[in-house]
């Protein structure tokens, strides 16, 4: 197998379950502009649109192909018009966030996700409640996590602030970088191998652009399709799905960048308060107002930092939870949520419209 293929993220796995759909070729969706999808092939780069029966089928809009799906396609040129996507393969994960003033509550952001590099700014944007935030939506994807705090070189008082992540990162790696002396840039590298696909999380100036640049090296990527003859048609297209120098991919979508949290598995992401609740008086305890609540005696006690219990509060306040409610319930506060503020749905609109700044470098 080529360079290419294997930097694709075609691994031995990926080819025995494409090989069960031996009529169509196998593919790798690389950005997606709204029915238009984009698909690397191990033959070349082509367009395609799904079936009329996967749009008709669809419940959830994880039905869909979304940038980083292993997808079965009917064809490997564009002689003959796009290519019709018939199948999705099994993901190893999923990446979702919520979307506000949209038909449907979640747009599912990216696919097959290998490691997500959870980044926090060591300056004054330095969060440990948002760090918690990102670390439950990484636990819940399926990706793993994790942690890199950058601009190193702003640091102050780093054995605490690395005390206090580790706390909350339970056991997932750390790994302190600064973009400007290069300190820890390396150490991100054996994640980008080749077959692996890496995603960048964090907020908005803590400096992912500055470590994916150079994590794309001067990597480069063949994407003129075999029989791809109308090269005027897609020149706009911005890449989602970059090859990087290592021999990786990284998924680089506005979805991901800044992620709302949908549904998040908290018994992981707050493991210490879970197990504390284990000796609350009362199994449904919400650790709110009960008595003889284990969870706010470690608070009083000081054994659990009362930020981190506030923002568990906060937290589960955003994530839905339909238990104990009938249908119409469930339904209105489905809808609820889809609609919040205005603000938010123009918030949405704004980030659909950035675009990513990396273009594919052909
Ligand atoms: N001191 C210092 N500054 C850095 C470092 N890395 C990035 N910066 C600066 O921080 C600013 C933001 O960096 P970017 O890499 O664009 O941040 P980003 O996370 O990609 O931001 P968005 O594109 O908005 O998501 C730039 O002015 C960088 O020069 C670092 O390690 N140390
Ligand atoms: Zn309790």
Redesign the pocket.
């Known amino acids: 197998m080529n360079q290419r293929n294997e930097s694709l993220g075609f691994t031995e796995k990926v080819l025995a379950e494409a090989s069960l759909f031996e009529s169509y070729y196998v593919g790798r969706i690389i950005s997606q502009k709204q029915k238009l999808y984009e698909i690397a092939l191990l033959e070349g780069t082509i367009h395609g649109e799904v079936t009329g029966k996967m749009r008709y089928e669809a419940m959830d809009p994880a039905d869909f192909p979304v940038v980083g799906d292993f997808v079965m396609v009917d064809r490997k040129d564009e002689t003959h018009g796009y290519a019709v996507i018939h199948e999705i393969l099994t993901r190893k994960s999923l990446f979702v966030r919520k979307v506000a003033g949209k038909r449907r509550d979640a747009q599912a952001v990216a696919a097959n996700v290998d490691t997500v590099f959870l980044?926090m700014?060591l300056?004054e944007n330095f969060n440990l409640r948002r760090l918690e935030r990102y670390f439950a939506v990484a636990l819940e994807s399926g990706a793993v996590p994790v942690i890199v705090l950058?601009?190193?070189?702003?640091a102050e008082n780093l054995p605490e602030k690395l005390c206090e992540v580790e706390r909350i990162t339970l056991g997932y790696e750390v790994i302190v970088?600064?973009?400007?002396?290069g300190?820890g840039v390396e150490k991100l590298r054996p994640y980008a191998e080749k077959g692996k696909t890496v995603a960048?999380l964090?907020?908005?100036?803590?400096?992912?652009?500055?470590?994916?640049?150079s994590l794309l090296g001067s990597s480069v990527m063949e994407t003129k399709a075999t029989g791809y003859e109308d090269k005027g048609r897609h020149t706009t297209t911005h890449r989602e799905l970059l090859l990087l120098e290592n021999g990786g991919a990284l998924i680089d979508t506005p979805g991901m960048?800044?992620l709302g949290i949908l549904e998040a598995d908290f018994s992981k992401s707050f493991e210490d308060i879970y197990t504390l609740a284990e000796s609350c008086r009362f199994r449904d305890c919400s650790h709110v107002s009960e008595p003889h609540c284990a969870v706010k005696k470690a608070v009083e006690e000081g054994a659990l930092p009362v930020e981190r219990y506030e923002n568990f509060l906060k937290l589960r306040e955003e994530v839905p939870s339909y238990e104990g409610l009938n249908s119409r319930e469930i339904e209105k506060k489905k809808l609820d949520r889809m609609f919040g503020g205005k603000k938010e749905m123009k918030k949405t609109k704004d980030q659909v419209k950035k675009k990513s700044?990396y273009e594919f470098r052909d």
């Open positions: 980044c700014a300056n950058t601009k190193g070189d702003l970088t600064s973009s400007l002396t300190e960048f964090g907020s908005s100036g803590v400096g992912k652009s500055s470590l994916i640049n960048r800044e700044k």
